[in-house]
């Protein structure tokens, strides 16, 4: 993974091929482009879009997430509220961020996302690892607040997936 310095305003009104993150100053590639991660991620804006009307959201991929004055993320998935801001940069707590692992990925990298996610008051981290078909629900950004669950939910909201049904939903 190469980094690049740059401003964040430079960041911000640029375009990357795939989208990259800016973290203190720097260009931060991401993992993309792998058939399980994708299938992942469409299985999810799908079953999640299906909360759209009952549960007032947005559901997109690949949003920028600003998480902290001189940190941008990406999260694989991103769950507003449906009164939530309209902006192109997201600065507001998202309801949900989910990051889907890549083999690439590490537990490191990963931690401080989600701590910045729970940070900026994100209510919901959901980790997904393909591989093992494993879903997490992150009460926190430390690996020991990480529960395998066979339901993720978004709370205060009535959104519950069943990691069973994402599965499901892969082919």
């Not at 964040?8 to 640029?14: A, G, I, K, P, R």
């Not at 941008?72 to 989910?98: F, K, M, S, T, Y």
């Not at 494993?134 to 950004?141: D, F």
């Amino acid at each position: 993974m190469s980094t690049t310095a740059i401003s964040l305003d430079e960041y911000l009104h640029s375009i990357w091929e795939p989208d990259r993150e800016y973290v203190s100053g720097e260009i931060v590639e991401r993992y993309t482009g792998e058939k399980d991660h994708a299938k992942w991620q469409a299985a999810l804006v799908r079953l999640l879009s299906g909360w759209r009307r009952d549960a007032h959201l947005q559901v997109m991929p690949e949003l920028r997430v600003q998480t902290t004055p001189d940190r941008c993320r990406v999260p694989d998935v991103v769950v507003l509220d449906g009164n939530a801001p309209d902006e192109q940069v997201i600065a507001h707590p998202p309801l949900l961020c989910v990051e889907i692992l890549s083999p690439e990925d590490r537990i490191v990298r990963i931690e401080d996302k989600i701590d910045e996610y729970f940070s900026m008051g994100v209510r919901a981290v959901w980790v997904i690892d393909p591989r093992r078909q494993i879903g997490y629900q992150c009460q926190g950004p430390s690996l020991r607040d990480w529960k395998a669950v066979d339901e993720l939910v978004i709370p205060g909201t009535p959104v519950a997936l069943a990691l069973r049904a994402i599965v499901a939903d892969l082919d």
